[in-house]
Each structure stands twice: as C-alpha cells, then as structure tokens.
T-cell receptor, first 117, second 117 residues
Framework: AQKITQTQPGMFVQEKEAVTLDCTYD???????LFWYKQPSSGEMIFLIY??????QNATEGRYSLNFQKARKSANLVISASQLGDSAMYFCAMREGHETSGSRLTFGEGTQLTVNP | GAVVSQHPSWVICKSGTSVKIECRSL??????MFWYRQFPKQSLMLMATSNEGSKATYEQGVEKDKFLINHASLTLSTLTVTSAHPEDSSFYIC?????????????FGNGTRLTVT
C-alpha cells in the first residue's frame, strides 16, 4: 500500500507568489515524523522541514511552512514568496515509529515545481 | 555540520564489471547509513540499511549478492555493484541520520550517477 502520496506530478507558480504542494500519508502508528526534501536538477537532497505527529503547532522554517492536518493525514508544504531557485523536485517523506524500521524514510513520488519569472 | 560525502559523483562502466561507491560521514559518526536508488523522474527507493560492524539489511527484491554493502567503520559505507548490467544504470544516493533521534532528518550525499554500457 502506498504510504506517501503526492498527487501533483507538476506545479507551476509565478515568482513571488505562494504555492502549496500536497502530501497525504497512511500509517497506523501513533508516533511518526514527516519530512520535506528538495531535489534540484543536480540531484542532491536538501532537507527543508520536519513535523512530528505529536507536534501541536505547524512547523515553519523561513519561507517554508507545513500545513499539518492530522485527522486528514495530510502534511502539505507551503512555500511563500517563491523564487526562481525554488524550481526543483520536492519529496514528502515519512518515518514511522516502530523500532524495526530504524530511522529510514519512505518517500512519495515527488512534485516538480517550476517557478516562472 | 552533518555532511555526507559520496564518491564518485558519476561513473561509466562496461557491462560485466564492478563499481564501488563510497559514502563518508565527514563530521559525525554514522552507525547506520541508508542506500537509495532513484530512476529518472521517479522517487527514491530504499535498497538497504547499512550497519557498522554487521551485515546490511536489504529491502525485499534487492539482490544482496549483486549490491554488496560494507560498513567497516563509523564513517564509511561502500556499495559495490557487481557484474553491472545496463539495467543497473541509475542514480544511487546514500544517507545517514544525525543526530541520532526520531526527529532528525536524513543527510544525503550528492549521489552517484551510474551508467552501464
């Protein structure tokens, strides 16, 4: 079963505008963590933001914020004031709580974001 | 901090030869490293979990005899693709968690693009 779902293969946004990238997840664990990564065309994976399942407030990191709706099992990434350098692939990922899985992350299919000038 | 270095960044090899990819944690000790594989425009798929001083744990469907993993020290894990074939051409990327903890992100190397001719 798909653990992480990103329904938007591609998104376009105008420079300086905000954009929301969708992510829904599926888990039966009570304790889990959600991560967003950015992957430019060069291939490196850049960590953006983290949200824990027990966190009461939505995470924010600079221009990135996470719209966490636990009951709906969604963790959407909001990028404010988009910049041309934000054009990249964005991946949502989850770490589940059971010990046998260690610290590994399961990734969604990704969303290719293009910021237009 | 938490820099992961991966080498080489790209490699071209002939079918039937073996290729070794190195993953080093530069400023921390990584008892566990994770090897992912990514095909073009697809998500990251976990191949194996590399544990220092013990055998790697492979994901279902990953041939352990083909993808040899050695984690001989707290700062180095290697992935050897043995008897490579064109279908092994892919982007391989390693990662490690730091600091150790459920809320910590994975830090990734810059990846290795393997082309088998």
């Amino acid at each position: 079963a798909q653990k992480i779902t990103q329904t938007q293969p591609g998104m376009f946004v105008q420079e300086k505008e905000a954009v929301t990238l969708d992510c829904t997840y599926d888990t039966s664990d009570q304790s889990y963590g959600l991560f967003w990564y950015k992957q430019p065309s060069s291939g490196e994976m850049i960590f953006l933001i983290y949200q824990g399942s027990y966190d009461e407030q939505n995470a924010t990191e600079g221009r990135y914020s996470l719209n966490f709706q636990k009951a709906r099992k969604s963790a959407n990434l909001v990028i404010s004031a988009s910049q041309l350098g934000d054009s990249a692939m964005y991946f949502c990922a989850m770490r589940e709580g059971h010990e046998t899985s260690g610290s590994r992350l399961t990734f969604g299919e990704g969303t290719q974001l293009t910021v237009n000038p | 901090g938490a820099v992961v270095s991966q080498h080489p960044s790209w490699v071209i090899c002939k079918s039937g030869t073996s290729v070794k990819i190195e993953c080093r944690s530069l400023d921390f000790q990584a008892t566990t490293m994770f090897w992912y594989r990514q095909f073009p425009k697809q998500s990251l798929m976990l191949m194996a979990t590399s544990n220092e001083g013990s055998k790697a744990t492979y994901e279902q469907g990953v041939e352990k005899d083909k993808f040899l993993i050695n984690h001989a020290s707290l700062t180095l894990s290697t992935l050897t693709v043995t008897s490579a074939h064109p279908e092994d051409s892919s982007f391989y990327i390693c990662s490690a968690i730091w600091p150790v903890g459920r809320t910590s992100p994975l830090h990734f190397g810059n990846g290795t693009r393997l082309t088998v001719t």
